[in-house]
């Protein structure tokens, strides 16, 4: 049997291919992003990562419907037809038996062409709210499994909870520290103001803490830039693979945006999250993960509006005089999250295809 995984979010594909190579017969194909934004050309983590576990990786050419006009809007558009004839070949010459999406743009044309092949879809949504490429992708779909209870109630729904890599799953035991550890990441495309506030206070942030910070790649060089200052108590990389789980199980609490993927997994971990949401996303969708987490316990919240280098210092100080009572509240959040979902949804992909193949 031949899965085609396609979409935007990796963390959950990832894990849920784990899981998907641990059952005899099944080959995975990936299609998705060669580079993370537009404009930008560095290369997406999940066209590095895939190739190196045997994964093959096709890169999709397309556009997306952008929400304000910019200068990659007319350019966006005119990529959409070129991202459907694309799909059209990859569908024809892989022929997947069944496919699985993880949403955003790239995914939208791979889905509806195979569609149009009568090939069984299933959409993973890992968020509290559907953005708009799920939304349209949904259309075609044969089964949408989603991450929470009670958020999504219509007949092709399923709950499968948010996938786990097994590197989060499976980590060491944590090593002890003069100074606490904090963990600062802007999710696997990185971000560039967060990053800004860091350098800003490092210096003093770094007397008071041991800073493991992954800033990602992007077009502005903030690791270049960053990596002069490394020292005893200040590690920076552009991304983590293998080692992320142990670093996660390491930091005392973590900064970061309030991607849905990231907080999933410092749940799991009971991990106290200081968490800056990105401010325009479709239907404002990371400050309601964050608000969802915040009720549970784990996060606070600093607005982008708000940050700085002083504010974020002045945050971080605060939640370092607090971290005890901010583990007790943390360990409460472990409640929503489905430990093994990744190996759910990887069954009910398989099962699709079989319930489809006797219809």
Same mark, same amino acid.
């Given at each position: 049997m031949?899965?085609?995984?396609? #979409? ?7 894990a ?9 017969g099944?080959?995975v ?6 580079? &993370?934004? =537009?404009?930008d ?5 999940e ?9 093959k ?5 397309? #556009? ?11 350019p ?13 070949f990859?569908?024809? $010459? ?6 699985l ?5 790239v !995914? ?7 569609w149009?092949? $009568? ?14 490429a799920?939304?349209?992708?949904s ?10 209870s *009670? ?8 709950? &499968? #909870? ?11 035991s ?11 990441? #802007? ?12 350098e ?10 041991g800073?493991?910070h ?13 990596? $002069? ?13 293998? *080692?992320? *789980? ?8 973590v ?8 907080l ?16 325009y ?12 987490f ?10 982008? $509006? ?8 002045? =945050?971080i100080?605060?939640?370092?005089n ?19 979902? !990744? ?5 009910? &992909?398989?099962l ?8």
């Amino acid at each position: 049997m031949k899965i085609l995984v396609t #979409g935007a979010h990796f963390t959950p594909a990832l894990a849920t291919i784990e899981e998907l190579k641990k059952i005899n017969g099944v080959e995975v194909v990936y299609v998705g992003r060669k580079t &993370t934004l =537009e404009g930008d050309n560095a290369q997406s983590v999940e066209s590095e990562i895939l190739p190196s576990k045997g994964i093959k990786f096709i890169p999709l050419v397309t #556009g997306r419907l952008q929400r304000s006009f910019t200068i990659y809007t007319i350019p966006s558009l005119l990529k959409i037809p070129i991202g459907l004839i694309q799909s059209f070949f990859i569908v024809l $010459s892989e022929k997947p038996d069944v496919v699985l999406s993880f949403g955003g743009y790239v !995914a939208v044309p791979i889905v509806f062409i195979s569609w149009l092949f $009568s090939i069984p879809i299933m959409i993973h949504e890992q968020t509290l709210v559907s953005g708009l490429a799920n939304k349209i992708s949904s259309w075609f779909a044969d089964k949408i499994a989603v991450s929470f209870s *009670g958020i999504f109630n219509k007949e092709k729904f399923i709950l &499968t #909870g948010n996938p786990i890599r097994e590197i989060v799953m499976k980590t060491k035991s944590k090593k002890e520290a003069v100074l606490p550890t904090i963990l600062i990441t #802007g999710g696997n495309q990185g971000s560039h103001v967060i990053n800004l506030a860091v350098e800003q206070c490092l210096e003093r942030l770094t007397r008071i803490a041991g800073v493991i910070h992954v800033t990602g790649d992007n077009r502005f060089k903030d690791y270049e830039r960053l990596q $002069s200052n490394k020292n005893n108590n200040y590690t920076v990389c552009k991304w983590i693979d293998k *080692g992320w *789980g142990d670093v996660l199980l390491q930091a005392d609490f973590v900064v970061s945006r309030a991607g849905i993927n990231t907080l999933t997994e410092l749940a799991f971990l009971g991990k106290p999250a200081l968490v800056v949401p990105i401010p325009y996303l479709y239907q404002d969708e990371q400050n309601k993960n964050a608000k969802y987490f915040e009720n549970l316990g784990l996060a606070r919240i600093l607005p982008q $509006s708000k940050l700085s280098g002083e504010t974020l210092f002045k =945050e971080i100080k605060l939640m370092l005089n607090n971290l005890d009572d901010l583990k007790i509240k943390a360990e409460q959040a472990r409640k929503v999250i489905i430990p093994d979902a !990744a190996k759910r949804l990887a069954l009910e &992909t398989v099962l699709l295809y079989v319930e489809k193949k006797k219809i």
